[in-house]
């Protein structure tokens, strides 16, 4: 047991160094001159970090009696990170006089909401069963990254078209990302959970870099 929990660590340092390492790529990209949009994005990329440190030390033996705890710290760092996120976004909204999108087509908005109610259908039964406690922070936490992604969709028309696709890609992966997480969590645990959550939530991180930095 002590040679896995030697093992992890490796694997831990590297994970816990991602987020730093993207932080320093986009300080870097900007050319050290950050805009509002550029400063929140990057305030979120430090709530993440703190998100990913808490979800990863529950996996450490001497941790593990307070899992849940970390659990709920990584959900509030990941939860100030989506809306920093959107007050990023809603500042891209103010780009120029034109109606936002969902303005003009709310039902844009419909399968993001239809997803964000097929994801508590399946989960908060189970919740309710096994750690009923989790289930306020649970929907809060659901609602808050569906906002972010429905702030992703209305950027349409206001920022350039690369800029547009790479962070609603992001905002995607993002909201998948996580909902593997509260799957895997509290429904049912899958193989390779944390390959398929990892890949998706560095790609969705990145996307957003790069967005929101063409941009600006």
Known sequence: ??????????AMVTKALLMPALIWYYYKASGGSLGAVQKLVLLGFI???SGDVNLMLPRLDSLKPYADLFFLAGLVSFLITHVLYMLAFRKDLANNS?????????????PVLVGYAGLLVVLLPAIQATQADMLV???VYASVITAMVIFAINRYGKVSNASYYAVLAGALLFMFSDSNIAIDKFHTP???SR???MI????SQY????GTRKGA
Request: hydrophobic share 65%.
């Open 47 to 49: 709530f993440s970090w």
């Open 207 to 210: 996307l957003f870099a790069w």
């Open 98 to 110: 034109n109606a936002s999108l969902l303005k003009n087509k709310p039902w844009l908005a419909l």
């Open 200 to 203: 998706t939530y560095l790609s």
């Open 137 to 139: 922070p649970v929907i």
């Open 195 to 197: 390959l398929v959550i």
């Open 1 to 10: 047991m002590a040679g896995m929990q030697q093992a992890l660590l490796p």
């Open 190 to 192: 899958f193989e390779m």
